[in-house]
């Protein structure tokens, strides 16, 4: 168990299109449910986290899609 709230961060590293603000909001949501699913969070309601933030920049040359999630104690 964790100090709730949190704040929680997604930083998308992506090769190719852009990351538009209607893609964020989609995968942010289902990297939330993964989150609650695997026991992270008890579950995804403002009790246990604040805010959500994302940002989005192109991935280093020869890097995977990948996501950096930040989770911060408020």
């Known amino acids: 168990t964790g100090s709730f709230p949190v704040d929680v961060r997604f930083h998308y590293f992506l090769n190719g299109q852009e990351l538009d603000s209607g893609n964020a909001g989609f995968m942010t949501k289902c990297?939330?449910?993964a989150l609650v699913a695997a026991g992270v969070f008890p579950d995804d309601s403002r009790q246990f986290i604040r805010r959500e933030t994302?940002?989005?920049e192109k991935a280093r040359k020869g890097d995977p899609d990948h996501v950096v999630v930040t989770i911060t104690p408020v």
């Open 31 to 33: 990297l939330l449910d």
């Open 54 to 56: 994302n940002e989005a």
